[in-house]
């Protein structure tokens, strides 16, 4: 999970302004109290003198959204090249820090959606949001795409006898909906497909937590009451 950074944003005369999300950050005011301004062309206060309880739901949710799509989404999409500017089975450079950013996102979105931290429970607070991206897929390998990929990934920068390379670039735009697949040979990565998923179901999932109630208060169980409020102590 995130942990609260403690480096200065922008600094203007005596005061701080602290780093929320790409574009969003917040100073804290003698009262302990707190503004929180977007930063794109000029500075806007979305938040002035406000206690961290009182926050907004949809400023909670605005951070959220500037924090995922801007640090991580935004980026994903500029790093790898279009379906249609590959047209043979030679990788892109870029394919490891892509396929890390994608195995970042089922357990951390989980996580919200089950309102419950993955400590100690990683592997299946993961395999339980990949399956939101890929439905009815088998319960093996995506156990084996958690130890062989997301495991050899985060702990060894590489991945486990390169037993996922294979990339099949014409295939995968017969079958969009398949992220990971098996065959005789070997385990294959749909890596477009992976990035296409995961932009459909954050921008769902955006749109769920704005309109249900129920949903809205899972996430910001966890997101607000847990990961925000350490930014704010």
Same mark, same amino acid.
């Given at each position: #999970?995130?942990?609260?950074?403690?480096?200065?944003?922008?600094?203007?005369?005596?005061?701080?302004?602290?780093?929320?999300?790409?574009?969003?950050?917040?100073?804290?005011?003698?009262?302990?109290?707190?503004?929180?301004?977007?930063?794109?062309?000029?500075?806007?206060?979305?938040?002035?003198?406000?206690?961290?309880?009182?926050?907004?739901?949809?400023?909670?949710?605005?951070?959220?959204?500037?924090?995922?799509?801007?640090?991580?989404?935004?980026?994903?999409?500029?790093?790898? %090249?279009?379906?249609?500017? @590959?047209?043979?089975?030679? %990788?892109? %450079?870029?394919?490891? @820090?892509?396929?890390?950013?994608?195995?970042?996102?089922?357990?951390?979105?989980?996580?919200?959606?089950?309102?419950?931290?993955?400590?100690?429970?990683?592997?299946?607070?993961?395999?339980?949001?990949?399956?939101?991206?890929?439905?009815?897929?088998?319960?093996?390998?995506?156990?084996?795409?958690?130890?062989?990929?997301?495991?050899?990934?985060?702990?060894?920068?590489?991945?486990?006898?390169?037993?996922?390379?294979?990339?099949?670039?014409?295939?995968?735009?017969?079958? %969009?909906?398949?992220?990971?697949?098996?065959?005789?040979?070997?385990?294959?990565?749909?890596?477009?497909?992976?990035?296409?998923?995961?932009?459909?179901?954050?921008?769902?999932?955006?749109?769920?937590?704005?309109?249900?109630?129920? #949903?809205?208060?899972?996430?910001?169980?966890?997101?607000?009451?847990?990961?925000?409020?350490?930014?704010?102590?």
């Amino acid at each position: #999970m995130r942990k609260a950074p403690n480096y200065t944003f922008r600094k203007k005369k005596n005061t701080e302004f602290f780093w929320l999300s790409l574009n969003i950050s917040f100073q804290k005011n003698n009262d302990n109290t707190y503004s929180i301004f977007e930063w794109n062309d000029k500075r806007k206060i979305i938040e002035k003198d406000i206690e961290f309880k009182n926050i907004a739901d949809n400023t909670v949710i605005k951070i959220f959204i500037d924090e995922i799509k801007g640090w991580f989404l935004d980026p994903l999409v500029k790093l790898y %090249p279009k379906r249609e500017d @590959i047209t043979d089975w030679n %990788p892109h %450079p870029n394919e490891m @820090i892509v396929l890390s950013i994608c195995m970042m996102y089922p357990e951390t979105i989980q996580q919200y959606i089950d309102w419950k931290k993955s400590n100690n429970a990683s592997k299946d607070i993961f395999c339980k949001g990949f399956k939101i991206l890929q439905n009815n897929v088998d319960e093996k390998l995506v156990e084996d795409f958690y130890k062989w990929v997301r495991c050899w990934l985060f702990h060894m920068a590489s991945l486990n006898n390169n037993r996922y390379i294979r990339y099949d670039y014409s295939r995968q735009k017969q079958i %969009p909906w398949i992220i990971i697949a098996k065959d005789w040979a070997s385990k294959i990565i749909y890596l477009h497909n992976f990035i296409d998923a995961i932009i459909k179901h954050f921008n769902l999932y955006i749109e769920q937590i704005q309109q249900k109630k129920s #949903m809205r208060e899972s996430f910001l169980k966890i997101y607000k009451k847990e990961d925000l409020k350490k930014y704010f102590n």
